[in-house]
């Protein structure tokens, strides 16, 4: 099983609503990632999970709140977004992950793509 | 100017032609990666490279430590190749920051008509 799974695969959500992100890869890899991508830009960075600790959060704002249940999964908690957080938003997970290491090859979901009105 | 720059930003081609994406990129470097989207749709790993060539079907990257570039090439190009191509370079160690800080390039659209 080569892939990372994401759910649901469009969301449409209020700004007072509280709604979830899911994610689940079955590779075994240890760091797993959110990124954020607005249409026709690259993904930028969101956070990053590595052996189901916080590794990396990038100034992201509190309105997102990453959670890592287990190896295999990861959530990305959203509440009282603003419409400016409409994008698609990309898991991906890798084997390894370290300061100054290659990570190894990348493996990303379909992504979430969430609106906000 | 962007630590990765990607050339040309744009590219349409008929089927079969030989296609050709440039990535060059300003910082040292342990693994620079090829991506695939397509439209509305995640993103695929096509190739992670820290030396040399590798090749995939009708795809091949290649990587120049030195010149610090990297192509990626698709021989007999069909409409289904049609996506956005993304260079992404992982830092070396020892610039302070980890390898999952990717810096992307802005992406190649590429358009093969039939």
């Known amino acids: 099983d080569t892939e990372v799974t994401q759910t649901p695969k469009h969301l449409v959500m209020g700004m007072t609503n509280k709604k979830s992100l899911k994610c689940e890869q079955h590779?075994?890899?240890?760091?797993m990632y959110w990124y954020k991508q607005k249409a026709k830009k690259p993904p930028e960075l969101m956070f990053v999970?590595?052996?189901?600790?916080?590794?990396i959060n990038e100034s992201v704002p509190s309105r997102f709140s990453p959670e890592c249940p287990n190896s295999s999964l990861l959530n990305l908690h959203l509440h009282a977004l603003q419409p400016e957080d409409s994008a698609l938003y990309l898991c991906?997970?890798?084997?390894?992950?370290?300061?100054?290491?290659?990570?190894?090859?990348?493996?990303f979901g379909e992504g979430s793509r969430l609106t906000v009105l | 100017k962007n630590e990765v720059e990607q050339s040309p930003q744009n590219l349409t081609a008929q089927e079969g032609e030989f296609i050709t994406i440039n990535c060059s990129y300003s910082?040292?470097?342990?693994?620079l990666h090829w991506l695939q989207q397509h439209p509305g749709g995640g993103i695929v790993s096509l190739f992670m490279l820290s030396s040399g060539k590798k090749k995939h079907g009708r795809l091949i990257a290649t990587i120049n430590i030195q010149e610090k570039h990297s192509s990626l090439h698709i021989t007999a190009s069909h409409p289904r190749d049609s996506a956005v191509y993304i260079c992404a370079v992982a830092p070396s160690p020892g610039r302070g920051t980890s390898g999952s800080r990717l810096t992307f390039g802005e992406g190649t659209q590429l358009t093969v008509n039939p």
């Open positions: 910082v040292g470097i342990s693994a």
């Open positions: 999970y590595s052996y189901e600790k916080l590794s």
């Open positions: 590779m075994g890899h240890r760091a």
């Open positions: 991906a997970s890798s084997p390894y992950h370290g300061a100054g290491a290659n990570t190894g090859e990348l493996f």
